[in-house]
């Protein structure tokens, strides 16, 4: 019996599911999770010693590759001066200062240990600043397991089919408004009735969390302009997004300005850092200088944020053309290779994302992504880890490149989906 299934068998006697975060669990591809010993790289080594090519990233933190030697020589660093003070520090300083140089929306930045603490803080900021209750999301969404977020959520949820709810008492999901993604229409229509009862429209830019969903043309815009119009507040939560659509995120990218925007993963650079920011007349309601409240412990923590600061800064030097043009480059030969094997594909990609979805029809929102076909992608799974390349155990996640991913590293990519057989 291999270590990794041991240590499997062990961890569900002591950890729900034997997992620290239900994804992991791999139950919707039908295999036990690999227990990871370490990473270089683009590559996992397991606790017995078997080598996967990785492209989930630790679900994206990891752009610039595992244990990226500047990365961990600066969190060693900081480390080696003490792991949390508990007060402020000058690191914490340089990060906020690097966030509001790189995100074009961010004058103020608050720094939290979680993609959820961010996305929970800034809805309550929205919630204070504009007086309002309620928020509208959108289907297939995934902010984080914060009580309001999780109606028709994304990622474990919709992998796991979880209602959703429960737990949560009703009366919290009834101030969430739900609109299918890209329905522009529908949006006005919940503004229509609800306006001036909403604090925000919370959406994902690049939807990452029902497999890879693009925004359609004019819908980012469309939220804008409705927003503005009745005086609620547009988050974009760029937890996946943010430093990956490139450098400035998706509203670099895409050229839109968001009132607040959460992160996550990359900015701790594989560390438990979130961050929540905007416009300093909103941030400034945040407590202590305004009333709002947020705390916590290890936010800010010097360690995470020496490893935060070093991913950005090396970011900013980054060739991300080069990435998104590799990227896009092994997207379209695995359409290549699943058209000559007569298997329709649809596979969304932008920057270092991508999904294959196993459907005959595109996927530009949650039901057309639920009409892919579950039991391929988890065969897909299956066959490509036998091949010894580690996808997201779920067709409801992205695929992630990263500037560690070498030419090998894709052609082992291609082999592996060459000998893809259902
Ligand atoms: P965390 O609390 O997991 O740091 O971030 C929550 C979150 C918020 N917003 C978006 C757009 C996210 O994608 C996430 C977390 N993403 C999932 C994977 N899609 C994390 C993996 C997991 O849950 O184990």
């Known amino acids: 019996m291999s270590t990794s299934h041991k240590l499997f068998e062990l961890a569900k006697n002591v950890i729900p599911g034997g ?20 990473a270089q790289g683009a590559h996992l080594t397991t606790v017995d010693g078997e080598k996967l090519l990785d492209f989930v990233m630790s679900w994206g933190p990891m752009l610039l590759g595992y244990s990226h030697p500047e990365v961990q020589a600066a969190a060693a660093a900081a480390a080696a001066k003490g792991s949390s003070f508990g007060a ?14 790189t995100v074009p929306s961010i004058e103020m930045v608050r720094m939290v240990s979680s993609g959820t603490e961010a996305t929970m803080s800034a809805l309550r900021l929205a919630r204070g600043y504009t007086g309002r209750s309620k928020v509208l999301k959108f289907v297939g969404n995934y902010h984080g397991h914060s009580d309001s977020f999780l109606a028709s959520a994304g990622s474990g949820l919709a992998t796991l089919s979880i209602p959703g709810t429960p737990g949560v008492p009703e009366e919290t999901v009834a101030h969430t408004l739900l609109a299918p993604y890209n329905d522009i229409d529908a949006v006005r229509d919940v503004f229509a009735k609800h306006g001036d009862e909403i604090a925000a429209v ?11 969903v693009l925004p359609a043309e004019g819908f980012l815009q469309g939220l804008r302009d409705v927003t503005t119009e009745y005086g609620a507040l547009l988050i974009f939560d760029e937890v996946i997004t943010g430093y990956r659509a490139s450098l400035g995120g998706a509203q670099g990218r895409f050229g839109i300005t968001p009132d607040l925007t959460t992160l996550g993963k ?16 909103i941030m400034e309601r945040i407590a202590p200088c ?19 600061l070093a991913t950005v800064q090396l970011l900013e030097q980054a060739d991300y053309a080069t990435l998104e043009a590799r990227t896009a480059a092994l997207v379209q030969d695995v359409k290549a290779i699943f058209a000559e094997k007569s298997i329709p ?6 920057a270092s994302l991508f999904t294959v979805f196993f459907a005959e ?36 996640e992205c695929s992630f490149t990263s500037f560690a991913h070498t030419e090998a590293d894709y052609d082992a990519f291609l082999s592996a989906v060459r000998k893809v057989q259902f």
């Open 19 to 38: 997992v620290n975060s239900p994804v992991r669990a791999c139950l919707s591809v039908g295999v036990d999770p690999l227990f990871i010993d370490s």
């Open 290 to 308: 305004g009333d709002v409240y947020q705390a916590g412990t290890l936010s800010g923590n010097p360690v995470a944020m020496a490893a935060g």
């Open 202 to 212: 919370i959406v994902e830019p690049c939807a990452g969390n029902m497999g890879l």
């Open 88 to 101: 402020p520090c000058a690191q914490e300083v340089e990060m906020a200062d690097a966030v509001v140089r």
């Open 266 to 281: 990359i900015i701790g650079g594989g560390y438990p850092v979130g961050a929540y920011g905007g416009k300093r007349e």
């Open 345 to 350: 594909v649809q596979v969304n990609t932008v």
């Open 361 to 396: 029809e595109p996927v530009v929102d949650f039901e057309s992504a639920q009409k892919a076909d579950g039991e391929r992608y988890a065969s897909f799974y299956r066959q490509m880890r036998q091949s010894g390349i580690n996808l997201a155990p779920s067709g409801y």
